[in-house]
């Protein structure tokens, strides 16, 4: 399957019909866990939408040219919130599960590192790959041929600042 080109409208409305979602199902979750960096834009608007605490675990499994070779998973040393605990309930947000292997060791990661009990642990993502060894509890797209997914924002991974800035002179 060809690549996957994704606009900033298409993620947007794509979180949208996550949350949705979510809100269908009639589950309750009083913490959303956005792991970092793709989960981050994801997380936070359903922070916003959900009027719920957002807590961040960055996470680290991609390296190489254009960031597309899996490597081993690194987790942060701590997980970064507002709340004085971590809720209960926790939807763990991601932009999207391909190997499955991030969401899969997240789930225990956080249950050995938390200091406050959590009942349950569910899962929502955008795009779910069938590659993926672990089946997300909430996904806008199932993916059966596992494309590479282009998301808006990584053309600032390849950025440069000079021509970066040449540009914004130029809209002033």
Not at 12 to 21: D, M, R, Y
Not at 82 to 111: A, F, M, R
Not at 158 to 165: G, H, K, S, Y
Request: net charge negative; with cysteine; glycine share 6%.
């Amino acid at each position: 399957m060809p690549d996957l080109y994704v606009s900033w409208s298409d993620y947007h409305q794509k979180i949208e019909q996550l949350a949705a979602q979510i809100y269908q199902s009639g589950w309750e979750f009083n913490q959303i866990v956005c792991l970092a960096r793709g989960g981050l834009r994801v997380g936070d608007i359903l922070s916003r939408i959900y009027q719920q605490p957002l807590a961040i675990l960055a996470t680290s499994s991609y390296s190489g040219s254009g960031k597309q070779e899996r490597g081993n998973l690194t987790f942060s040393r701590h997980l970064t919130m507002t709340t004085e605990k971590l809720g209960e309930h926790i939807l763990l947000v991601d932009d999207l599960v391909d190997s499955g292997v991030t969401l899969q060791q997240t789930i225990p990661w956080l249950k050995q590192n938390s200091n406050f009990p959590i009942v349950e642990i569910r899962t929502a993502v955008l795009w779910y790959k069938a590659c993926s060894v672990i089946k997300p509890d909430y996904y806008v797209d199932y993916l059966p041929d596992n494309p590479w997914i282009h998301q808006p924002f990584e053309h600032y991974e390849q950025i440069n600042l000079a021509e970066l800035v040449a540009k914004v002179s130029q809209l002033c």
